[in-house]
C-alpha cells in the first residue's frame, strides 16, 4: 500500500509539466486521470478503490496506461473548486469526482476544454445537473423503500424517523423529498432537520433526540457520514437506533441497512472511465447508470444493545457487519 501511495504522489509531482492530459512517469508518457474526492471517509474511500479495480478489470495498468491524480478536499466546497481547476490547469485526460459537490466542481472546471468526467456517488444526477455534457458515471439513489420497509419490521410500533441532511446537497434534498413521500405507505411520519455545515450535525442529532423520534435513518449524505460516530454516541446514549444507508455504517454502529455496495459502485464507476480512456466512446454518449441491487446489513452487536429483535425473514436475508 505505501509503495502505491509513494507511486501516485511522485506521478503527481509532475502536475506542473502535464501536457494533453500526459505525464511523464519512468520515460514514458501516460494519460493522467485527476481523482477528486470530496471528504474521507468509508463510503467514498471504497468508491475510489472500486473505481481503480474496475479500470484494472478493464485492462489497464496503473503506471503504463494511465498515473492518477489524487486529491481530498476534507468536505470543503472551496477545495473542490480548487481541485476542479487545477486539474483542468494540467489538462488532465479525465476526471473522475467522487461525490456531488466534487462532480459539481470539475464539471464547471472542465467544461471550456471539454475534459470528460466520470462521477460516482451521486444520488440524483439530474437533480444535480450533470445529466447533459461530456459528463457520465453511477448514482447512488438509495432504496428508499426496501429501507422503511426495514424500520417497519424491526420497530414494528415505530411512528416517527429523524433525519438530519445538508441543505445544499441535491443527492440529501432528492432523497429526503422521496422520504416523505413514501412515509406513509409504511406508517410513518419523517422529522428532517437540516444542517449548513458539519458542525452543527451533532446539534440537529441533539434536536431529534429532543423530539422523541423513534429511530435515526441516515442518507448517504457526506457532511453527516463524517461525523457518523458522534451522532451514534448521542443516540446510544438516548437508546435511540440509527439505521443507515450502507454496509460500513452498520460497520461502524447503524443497527441495519437497505443499501448498496459502494467498492462495487467504483468498479460500475472505473468500468465506464475504461472506455472513454481507450477511445471506445465518450463520456457523453454513455448514459448514466444507477446500481439496483442493495443489500441488508445489520450489526447484531448494536440491535442487542438497542433491545431489538431482528425478524426471521430478515436474519435470512442479512449479511452480518461489524467489527
Not at 141 to 159: F, S, Y
Amino acid at each position: 500500500m505505501m509503495k502505491k501511495t509513494m507511486k501516485r504522489v511522485l506521478c503527481a509531482a509532475f502536475a506542473a509539466t502535464m501536457l494533453l492530459g500526459t505525464a511523464a512517469c519512468g520515460g514514458k508518457k501516460v494519460p493522467v486521470i485527476g481523482i477528486s474526492q470530496y471528504g474521507e471517509h468509508p463510503s467514498l474511500d471504497n468508491c475510489r478503490e472500486g473505481f481503480l479495480k474496475g479500470l484494472e478489470d478493464a485492462g489497464l495498468v496503473e503506471g503504463e496506461d494511465y498515473t492518477v491524480d489524487y486529491q481530498n478536499a476534507g468536505f470543503d466546497d472551496n477545495i473542490c473548486t480548487q481541485i476542479g481547476q487545477t486539474f483542468s490547469a494540467n489538462n488532465v485526460a479525465l476526471m473522475c469526482a467522487i461525490a456531488t459537490n466534487a462532480a459539481t466542481a470539475c464539471f464547471a472546471a472542465a467544461e471550456d476544454k471539454d475534459i470528460p468526467v466520470i462521477f460516482t456517488a451521486i444520488t440524483d444526477p439530474v437533480e444535480a445537473k450533470l445529466d447533459k455534457g461530456n459528463i457520465t458515471g453511477t448514482s447512488d439513489k438509495l432504496p428508499v423503500a426496501a429501507q422503511l420497509d426495514l424500520i417497519r419490521k424491526m420497530q414494528p410500533d415505530a411512528k416517527t424517523v429523524g433525519i438530519i441532511y445538508t441543505t445544499s446537497e441535491p443527492n440529501s434534498v432528492s432523497a429526503i423529498r422521496e422520504y416523505q413521500e413514501k412515509a406513509a405507505d409504511y406508517g410513518f411520519t419523517i422529522d428532517a432537520v437540516g444542517v449548513t455545515a458539519q458542525s452543527e450535525v451533532t446539534q440537529a442529532a441533539d434536536t431529534l433526540i429532543s423530539r422523541g423520534v423513534d429511530c435515526f435513518s441516515n442518507l448517504t449524505d457526506n457532511t453527516v457520514v463524517g461525523v457518523l460516530a458522534s451522532i451514534l454516541e448521542k443516540t446510544n446514549e438516548a437508546g435511540i437506533p440509527v439505521y443507515g444507508s450502507e454496509v460500513e455504517q452498520v460497520t461502524l454502529g447503524c443497527v441495519a441497512a437497505a443499501g448498496i455496495d459502494y467498492y462495487e459502485l467504483g468498479r460500475q464507476t472505473g468500468a465506464m472511465a475504461a472506455k472513454v480512456l481507450k477511445g471506445e466512446a465518450k463520456a457523453s454518449e454513455i448514459p448514466y447508470e444507477t446500481i439496483t441491487e442493495y443489500g441488508i446489513y445489520i450489526n447484531s452487536g448494536s440491535i442487542a444493545e438497542m433491545g431489538l429483535t431482528v425478524p426471521e425473514d430478515v436474519k435470512e436475508k442479512a449479511i452480518e457487519s461489524q467489527k
